[in-house]
T-cell receptor
Framework: AQSVTQLDSQVPVFEEAPVELRCNYS??????LFWYVQYPNQGLQLLLKYLSGSTLVESINGFEAEFNKSQTSFHLRKPSVHISDTAEYFCAVGSSQGNLIFGKGTKLSVKP | DAGVIQSPRHEVTEMGQEVTLRCKPISGHDYLFWYRQTMMRGLELLIYFNNNVPIDDSGMPEDRFSAKMPNASFSTLKIQPSEPRDSAVYFC?????????????FGEGSWLTVV
């Protein structure tokens, strides 16, 4: 069975500091990995995804994630966060049944 | 494209009343998902459809919940009778098959409060 574990439920960080949100997955099939972001009072939206090829994927707003097959991880990083990055972040893996298996989410709180 | 459209955006209803949430998926998508999000349980998959056929409804909490997809452009999630513990944000989402790495697109959610 496929599963996703997000190790931190909440991550507080100061503005302009680096951040890493951790995600580990379990899958016995081809792995497609996703990070979604949910800003307050909004729906989830795709931040970035890994399908194949380069193990490092980037988003347009400075986030990046690295697929590590040996460690079954897909951690999300940003070298310098902004107040506007405050949101909840969900890691997910594509299942063979056609849906996504989501982690429980990590709430990133960026403080001035 | 207009994205996934949900209605109503907000609803407050009394316990025991019937609630119907509506969803219009992105045109051409063959998968449609209903999720529920609460502080206590996080994001839960309730049911999903492929080509209008329910594939997995194991996440539907109980018989009070039902979902239909009469055609490719419309789906409903109904709660009858509603209870205060049903208060949550309900998201509809659509995609091509995520098994091939396709992105699932979410609507803005329907915020339900049962008093």
């Amino acid at each position: 069975a496929q599963s996703v574990t997000q190790l931190d439920s909440q991550v507080p960080v100061f503005e302009e500091a680096p951040v890493e949100l951790r995600c580990n997955y379990s899958s016995s099939v081809s792995v497609y990995l996703f990070w979604y972001v949910q800003y307050p009072n909004q729906g989830l939206q795709l931040l970035l995804k890994y399908l194949s090829g380069s193990t490092l994927v980037e988003s347009i707003n400075g986030f990046e994630a690295e697929f590590n097959k040996s460690q079954t991880s897909f951690h999300l990083r940003k070298p310098s966060v902004h107040i506007s990055d405050t949101a909840e972040y969900f890691c997910a893996v594509g299942s063979s049944q056609g849906n996504l298996i989501f982690g429980k989410g990590t709430k990133l709180s960026v403080k001035p | 494209d207009a994205g996934v459209i949900q209605s109503p955006r907000h609803e407050v209803t009394e316990m025991g009343q019937e609630v119907t949430l509506r969803c219009k998926p992105i045109s051409g998508h063959d998968y449609l998902f209903w999720y529920r999000q609460t502080m206590m349980r996080g994001l839960e998959l309730l049911i999903y459809f492929n080509n209008n056929v329910p594939i997995d409804d194991s996440g539907m909490p109980e018989d009070r919940f039902s979902a239909k997809m009469p055609n490719a452009s419309f789906s409903t999630l109904k709660i009858q009778p509603s209870e205060p513990r049903d208060s949550a944000v309900y998201f509809c989402a659509s995609s091509f098959s995520a098994a091939s790495g396709n992105t699932i697109y979410f609507g803005e959610g329907s915020w339900l409060t049962v008093v």
